[in-house]
């Protein structure tokens, strides 16, 4: 088992940055391919951004070159840092974890976190 618990998330005009933070407890961390995903209201959850145990990332199309994921392994802990943010940023952020491969899809993903609320101010 791994349990997750992200925090950072907040209320910021557009244009702001946060960062958010997920530390992890339990099996190996650095083992683990870690993901985060949002949720707006209404919307289905959504891919924002993974990293593998070896530091190779993906991200989604809209928050590419604005979205940084970076992980220590020495902490147990992954982080997003989010620049440039905007009104369609807001969302429930979630981090994640799975055993095996990159992946982008929610369902892939074995361990989840409680969510943190991001929300952008035009």
């Known amino acids: 088992q791994v349990q997750l618990v992200e925090s950072g998330g907040g209320l910021v005009q557009a244009g702001g940055s946060l960062r958010l933070s997920c530390a992890a407890s339990g099996r190996t961390f650095s083992n683990y391919v870690m993901g985060w995903f949002r949720q707006a209201p209404g919307k289905e959850r959504e891919f924002v951004a993974a990293?593998?145990?070896?530091?190779?990332?993906r991200y989604a199309d809209s928050v590419r070159g604005r979205f940084t994921i970076s992980r220590d392994n020495a902490k147990n802990t992954v982080y997003l840092q989010m620049n440039s943010l905007k009104p369609e940023d807001t969302a429930v952020y979630y981090c994640a974890a799975r055993a095996y491969g990159l992946a982008l899809s929610v369902d892939a993903y074995d361990y989840w976190g409680q969510g943190t609320q991001v929300t952008v101010s035009s």
């Open positions: 990293i593998s145990w070896g530091g190779n990332t």
